[in-house]
Structure formats: C-alpha cells, structure tokens
C-alpha cells in the first residue's frame, strides 16, 4: 500500500492553501471517444509506491500493455513516500502551475486523498465515466466508492484490495495466535520472534488500527474524526498493550523494521517466525519464488482484520489527464485485474464483481489449486473497515512521541 511519512504536514499545508481558479480546459470525462483520441501519443508520469520488486514489475507490464494498446507510454515514478508526491502538487498550486503539473496519476489513499479532495486537488469527478468501472459493481460493492469512510465522489478510481494476512512458519509454530491478546501471550512465550514497521510505515500504522479497533471497547468513536472524541480514552488500552507487547518483539522493540517488505526479508532470514502483510497472497508468492520456506502459511485473525481498496488519483494540474483516464480504464480491465491478481505477477486481489462479469472474463481469474501457503478462498470475508482518515495521523503522531526518544 502506498506509505504516508507525514500527513500531519500536508494537513496544515492544505488547510493553508488558498484555491485559485483553474485556466486550462479539462478533458470532458463522458466523451470517451475523445479521450482516447486525445490520449494517443501522450506520456503518463505515474507516482507510485515503488519498495517492493511484485509490485514494480506489474507497473512495468501495464507501461509495456499502455505502449501496445493504445500508444500511451507510462513512466513509473517510484516513490518511498506518497506525500512527497502530494508534496509536490501543493507546492505547484503555490507557484501558480495549475497547467503543467509533473504528476499524472498518484497510486493513493487514507489521509493524503481527504487532505488533497479537501482542497481541491484533484482533478474529477471522472471515475464512474470510466468504461471499465461498471466491472466493480459499485452499488452492491461500496467499499469501491468509500475511501478510509470518506466518498470518493468520482475523484479515485479504485485497481486493487489489502487486507492484512498473518503469516507463520508452521514448522516452528504449530499454532499461531488468532487474536491481539493471544498475540501478546504468543510473543512472551517467543521472544524475538515477532515484528511491526515503524511508525509511520504504512503497514506498521495500520497493525495499530487492527489492535485498537480490538482492544478499545470504544470502537463506533473510530469511523468519526479523531477531533470528535476523547482520544486518550480510546486509545488507553492500546498503549497498554503495546508497552507489555514491546520488550518481547524483535530487538526488544528497541529498533523497527523499516516496511512490510523488511518483515518479509525477516521471516525469510530466520529472524522471525511469524509476520504479516497488507497484501493476502504476499506469502504465497515469497514461497513460490523461492524466498520463504514450504512450510509457511497463511491465516486471519479470528475477528477478522482491517481492509481497504486503494485507488488511483489525478491532480488538478495534470498536463495528460486524458492518458491518465485511460490508463486508470485499463487498470480496471479484466485482463489487467487478472495479471495483477496473478501469483505469478503480484498476488493483488481485484477489485471487480468477477461473479458479474462474462464466461470469457471469468476465465482469466482461474488460477488452479490453490497453493498451500495461500489463504482459502472464503478466509477474507470478514474485513474490518478503515477508521477515519483522521485516526491515522493521530496515532502515528502519539506513538512516535511515546516510543521515539
């Protein structure tokens, strides 16, 4: 997923930015016609996460499919930190550049869309006008429309789903902890064995949101923003847990893993015995290329675990928004939903209603039998939502102050 260092920052820069009115005429999303016509030939500089190899070589397949399809190039700007890209729209606006942005599409979601759609720096609503959003059957599907509880409204066009996935070394663990407390008692008995990101790691951030919403019995306050609740009470339970779960993690909690990647590179070097990703076949795959033992498999926990849709944006200054409409379209198509569900290319689950689509479409998603380090088929059907935008900044921000010296 992509990873927000510093929402707190853009937060303040948005809340600051004072609007000014746009000079260039936008493409017309509902005349398709025209937008492929106008796409040909263009150049999209697309800001996407950039620290895992899976998910690079799918951008390179779908720049390699834009190319011979529809004569569109795609440049991969590969990013450590989605704010930096959001970043460098606000400092555009600033400098007056509402015409010749040097971003086309943003892979974004969580606080960094409510910070940009809140100021007006996206360009929309063009989402449902693309052809292949029907696909997602977004009446029966709304996490589709929802981003982190907020609507999307037209502003994103959703390509993929996360869902976080424990994964253990069955060889060492014969049973794996299936909820926070059982967690807690697992790592005391395992000291060493077990790991989160740093904060403001993306994954990190979002191991704490799972354990709150468990922990707190205050959960309903979660889905409102954080200003609208007392947040040390919510929170108490959380800092609780983690200050009894610290001292048993992976160098006594004295120094984090850097990504869920690193986690992955942990558990492949023995260091660890148990992890988890956002991705749900992320253990899967490691195990296919070689990179995991055999023995490793995958589960959820008992009361479920949080889960989003990310989405592709397009700033309000894109130079190729007709290009980048398009390449958000073929994100959306059977064929590169397939690919990138794929074990062989990234494992990322699809976004459409695949019961809805024709014979033909179906068959694209037919994989086989399932690996034996992949989740079965029904492990993901209770997903827990996304808190409000909000939560995530205010957590990240109150445990780097309780555990950063």
């Known amino acids: 997923m992509p990873i927000n260092r510093h929402p707190h920052r853009l937060a303040i820069a948005t809340a600051m930015l004072a609007l000014t009115p746009l000079a260039m005429a936008n493409p017309d999303p509902s005349d398709w016609q025209g937008i492929v016509a106008e796409a040909e030939g263009q150049t999209v500089y697309w800001n996407a996460w950039g620290g895992d190899t899976r998910t690079n070589r799918y951008i390179e397949w779908v720049a390699q499919q834009m190319q011979a399809q529809h004569n569109v190039d795609v440049e991969h700007v590969k990013l450590d ?192 015995s148990l992890a988890f990703s956002f991705y749900p076949t992320e253990a899967a795959v490691a195990v296919m290329e070689y990179e995991l033992p055999e023995s490793v498999r995958s589960y959820v926990l008992e009361g479920g675990t949080l889960g989003n849709v990310h989405f592709v944006a397009i700033p309000y200054n894109s130079p190729h928004k007709a290009g980048a409409m398009l390449l958000a379209d073929f994100l959306l198509s059977p064929e590169a939903q397939a690919q990138k569900q794929s074990l062989a290319m990234w494992g990322d689950r699809s976004v459409l209603d695949i019961e809805q689509l024709d014979t033909d479409a179906q068959a694209l998603f037919e994989q086989g039998e399932r690996h034996p380090s992949e989740l079965p088929a029904d492990a993901l059907s209770n997903t827990l939502p996304e808190p409000h935008p909000s939560w995530m900044t205010a957590l990240q921000e109150a445990w780097q102050k309780r555990y950063v010296n």
């Not at 790691?201 to 191991?207: A, E, L, P, Q, R």
């Open 81 to 272: 930190d989605t704010s930096s890209a959001v970043a460098r729209v606000l400092a555009e606006r600033q400098a007056g550049n509402n015409d010749d942005g040097s971003i086309d599409l943003i892979w974004i979601n969580g606080e960094n869309f409510a910070a940009m759609r809140a100021s007006d720096l996206l360009f929309g609503p063009f989402a449902e006008s693309l052809p292949n959003f029907a696909l997602t059957n977004a009446a029966d599907n709304p996490e589709v429309v929802t981003d982190f509880t907020l609507p999307t409204e037209g502003y994103e066009s959703p390509w993929g789903k996360a869902q976080i996935t424990f994964y253990y070394d069955s060889a060492q663990t014969e049973t794996p902890p299936e909820d926070m407390q059982a967690l807690l008692e697992w790592a005391e008995a395992h000291p060493g064995q077990f790991s989160y990101p740093r904060i403001p790691d993306f994954t990190g951030s979002t191991f704490l949101k799972q354990a709150l919403i468990e922990l707190t019995e205050q959960d309903e306050a979660l889905y409102q923003p954080v200003a609208e609740s007392d947040f040390e009470a919510v929170t108490k339970p959380l800092w609780a847990y983690l200050d009894a779960l610290h001292p048993h993690l992976w160098r006594s909690g004295r120094s984090f893993p850097e990504s869920g990647p690193n986690l992955r590179t942990l558990m492949s070097d023995g260091e660890l």
